[in-house]
């Protein structure tokens, strides 16, 4: 393990395994249609990547990027788009893929938003959820873990744009981000 981690969280096979399972259960809801993989940039890069590889029903993507104000400090809810989806999603089958939702704005502000651009449908997916920082009620439809209220990076996620690239997701050492040496 990547010595920034205090533990191994989810371990690459148990990954690759609810991945397929997520993948195979959404090619099954959406048999007969096309699908429309939105990818929250950046953290949810390689679910999305590995995801789609399990879905057997033609797939196409686009890709947002938003930021939070204040993350730092605790997310303030204010969401700014900083890369816009290139096409029209109007009568598309949209399907949000998220690495993680936490408090939940930033997902209830995308939801909000694509809505409003009317899709024939529009669902989604997280990798991760941490029910115990929610501070909005969000609905997620595909969910492949459940995790506790600890800072988790690697699989995507990161930590001042660090650690994304581990193929496990690990529970990051409060040293850390409380003014250790980050240690990449
Ligand atoms: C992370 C994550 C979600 C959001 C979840 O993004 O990818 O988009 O935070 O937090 P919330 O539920 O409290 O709103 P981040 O802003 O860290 O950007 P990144 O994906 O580029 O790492
Ligand atoms: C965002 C985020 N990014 C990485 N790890 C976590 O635990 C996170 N929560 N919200």
Do not use: W
């Amino acid at each position: 393990m990547h010595p920034d981690g205090e533990r191994v969280l989810l371990e690459e096979e148990e990954i690759r395994k609810r991945v397929r399972e997520l993948g195979e259960q959404i090619a099954g809801d959406y048999a007969g249609k096309e699908l429309l993989a939105v990818g929250i940039l950046k953290g949810a890069m390689i679910f999305l990547a590995d995801l789609v590889r399990f879905i057997s029903v033609p797939v196409f993507f686009d890709f947002m990027a938003v930021s939070s104000y204040g993350k730092s400090t605790g997310p303030s809810g204010a969401v700014r788009i900083l890369k816009d989806l290139e096409r029209d999603i109007e009568g598309c089958h949209v399907l949000v893929v998220e690495d993680i939702v936490d408090t939940g704005l930033t997902l209830s502000y995308l939801v909000g938003n694509l809505q409003s651009r009317r899709p024939a449908s529009l669902k989604v997916c997280t990798l991760l959820d941490k029910p115990a920082r929610r501070r909005v009620d969000v609905v997620v439809d595909y969910r492949g873990f459940v995790v506790p209220d600890r800072f988790v990076v690697g699989y995507g996620l990161d930590y001042n744009e660090c650690y994304r690239n581990l193929p496990y997701v690990m529970v990051l050492r409060p040293a850390v981000y409380k003014g250790g040496n980050l240690n990449v």
